[in-house]
């Protein structure tokens, strides 16, 4: 009777934990840059962020060029030297962190820099 209270409860418990499933890494879902209908990224809500989490420790006022600190950095950046509305993906701002910088960009915040340059690279 002892033996089949702890089967019965060894079954119980793999039912209890075996149906339960816990994704604890979720993949970022990243933008399409060469989707024509893709929602257009704001310079100021996402692509700011992510020179603010990552940049900024070397590239800020008074330390590398160019300025990517939040007040200062689309007027850093917006020139030939870093942005190529042209050819986004030989931008610099794009492809200089994707390198062998000490920061680089994830696979979704490289497409949002991705599609912002192709949506034109507006102040937005």
């Not at 604890?24 to 929602?39: F, Q, R, S």
């Not at 692509?47 to 689309?74: E, M």
Request: negative net charge; aromatic residues 8%.
């Amino acid at each position: 009777m002892k033996a089949l209270k702890i089967i019965l409860s060894i079954f119980v418990m793999g039912l209890i934990f075996g149906g339960c499933a816990y994704n604890w890494i979720l993949e970022e879902e990243a933008v399409d840059p060469t989707d024509p209908d893709a929602p257009e990224v704001s310079f100021s809500a996402q692509i700011v962020p992510i020179f603010s989490s990552k940049c900024i420790t070397c590239h800020s006022t008074g330390g590398q060029s160019p300025d990517l600190t939040s007040d200062n950095a689309y007027s850093s950046i917006n020139s030939s030297r870093y942005i190529n509305t042209s050819d986004p993906a030989s931008s610099l701002i794009y492809t200089k962190p994707m390198g062998s910088h000490s920061q680089t960009y994830s696979t979704a915040e490289a497409a949002l820099v991705l599609t912002w340059i192709t949506q034109g690279a507006q102040n937005n």
